[in-house]
């Protein structure tokens, strides 16, 4: 602002004094009008440097006043972070000192008390040796099961129908269901030929475990049959069931101790008697396969519990 005010004071007086003036004064009046208007230029430029200083400056204060904000809303943030964390350790500290007061009542229980709770863990522990035991021997069970059944399924598998032999593992004994139409001759007890065949076979397997009963079960569906041979359908039951134990005994060498028949009748039925298929699956004889039952009562006696 000083310097324009010099410049028009000094462009004055050069127009006051022109008439008088002499070259070298011209001249030298001109020199320094060209260094002022250099000095002119220069002031413009440094007012523009100032100004974009001035600019930046202010884009930083606004970039430093959004980080204060941010860090006020995260100090915020925080101090009610610290808040709950304040609360939950309070009530951690309630429950602290309500388990040390459950704590101290536990310790003031009588010396009965004590003593009561002693033998009923020595009880206890009595129950759970003798649980240990059953679990064991049904382990073992299940698993010679598992054997039998596999060891029959792959004997019995070589020429016979899928629909006419099933073999399962049903809780503590193995069982195969034999169709009426592969063992006997149709409304009677006579064995087929086919049927000795597939008695044999079992009967290897009986024959190598001493250790097992077998019971035979006659089962029918629910037609009435009535003969000079057979009463009804109990009789057919008992008579298929007798005829098998027959073939095992005197055939097939298997101790008659060792075989129970039975005879279900029609009152233990798989399926429906209202239908063709149903009735089919009705009429077949189950071998069980059992173990003896001393060795049931074997497992029932305390004095095997090992220590």
Same mark, same amino acid.
């Given at each position: 602002?000083?310097?324009?005010?010099?410049?028009?004071?000094?462009?004055?007086?050069?127009?006051?004094?022109?008439?008088?003036?002499?070259?070298?004064?011209?001249?030298?009046?001109?020199?320094?009008? #060209?260094?002022?208007?250099?000095?002119?230029?220069?002031?413009?430029?440094?007012?523009?440097?100032?100004?974009?200083?001035?600019?930046?400056?202010?884009?930083?204060? $606004?970039?430093?006043?959004?980080?204060?904000?941010?860090?006020?809303?995260?100090?915020?943030?925080?101090? #009610?972070?610290?808040?709950?964390?304040?609360?939950?350790?309070?009530?951690?500290?309630?429950?602290?000192?309500?388990?040390?007061?459950?704590?101290?009542?536990?310790?003031?229980?009588?010396?009965?008390?004590? #003593?009561?709770?002693?033998?009923?863990?020595?009880?206890?522990? &009595?129950?759970?040796?003798?649980?240990?035991?059953?679990?064991?021997?049904?382990?073992?069970?299940?698993?010679?099961?598992?054997?039998?059944?596999? %060891?029959?399924?792959?004997?019995?598998?070589? &020429?016979?129908?899928?629909?006419?032999?099933?073999?399962?593992?049903?809780?503590? $004994?193995?069982?195969?269901?034999?169709?009426?139409?592969?063992?006997?001759?149709?409304?009677?007890?006579?064995?087929?030929?086919?049927?000795?065949?597939?008695?044999?076979?079992?009967?290897?397997?009986?024959?190598?475990?001493?250790?097992?009963?077998?019971?035979?079960?006659?089962?029918?569906? %629910?037609? *009435?049959?009535? %003969?000079?041979?057979?009463?009804?359908?109990?009789?057919?039951?008992?008579?298929?069931?007798?005829?098998?134990?027959?073939?095992?005994?005197?055939?097939?060498?298997?101790?008659?101790?060792?075989?129970?028949?039975?005879?279900? &009748? #029609?009152?233990?039925?798989?399926?429906?008697?209202?239908?063709?298929? &149903?009735?089919?699956?009705?009429?077949?004889?189950?071998?069980?396969?059992?173990?003896?039952?001393?060795?049931?009562?074997?497992?029932?006696? *305390? %004095?095997?519990?090992?220590?």
């Amino acid at each position: 602002m000083k310097t324009s005010s010099k410049l028009v004071l000094f462009l004055s007086l050069c127009f006051l004094m022109g008439s008088c003036v002499t070259k070298k004064q011209f001249l030298d009046t001109q020199s320094q009008l #060209e260094k002022a208007n250099a000095d002119l230029g220069k002031c413009g430029e440094d007012l523009n440097s100032y100004m974009n200083r001035l600019s930046t400056c202010e884009q930083e204060k $606004v970039n430093l006043q959004g980080t204060i904000n941010q860090s006020k809303s995260n100090l915020v943030l925080r101090e #009610e972070q610290i808040s709950d964390l304040k609360s939950q350790i309070a009530d951690l500290q309630s429950q602290r000192d309500k388990q040390l007061g459950q704590v101290d009542d536990l310790t003031t229980l009588s010396q009965s008390a004590t #003593e009561n709770i002693k033998e009923t863990l020595a009880q206890l522990e &009595g129950k759970d040796k003798y649980i240990r035991l059953i679990q064991q021997a049904k382990s073992r069970a299940d698993s010679i099961n598992l054997a039998l059944a596999v %060891n029959l399924k792959g004997i019995l598998k070589d &020429g016979i129908e899928d629909d006419d032999v099933e073999v399962k593992v049903d809780k503590t $004994v193995v069982y195969i269901n034999l169709s009426d139409k592969m063992l006997y001759e149709s409304g009677s007890s006579k064995i087929t030929s086919r049927a000795n065949e597939v008695l044999g076979k079992i009967a290897k397997i009986i024959e190598s475990r001493p250790d097992l009963e077998v019971m035979v079960e006659g089962h029918t569906d %629910n037609v *009435p049959i009535s %003969n000079d041979c057979v009463a009804d359908n109990w009789d057919l039951s008992v008579k298929r069931a007798t005829a098998v134990v027959r073939v095992l005994q005197k055939q097939f060498n298997i101790q008659p101790r060792r075989l129970v028949a039975a005879g279900r &009748g #029609e009152y233990s039925s798989l399926g429906s008697n209202d239908t063709a298929e &149903g009735r089919s699956i009705n009429r077949r004889t189950r071998i069980i396969i059992l173990p003896k039952l001393d060795q049931f009562y074997d497992l029932l006696n *305390p %004095n095997n519990v090992p220590d």
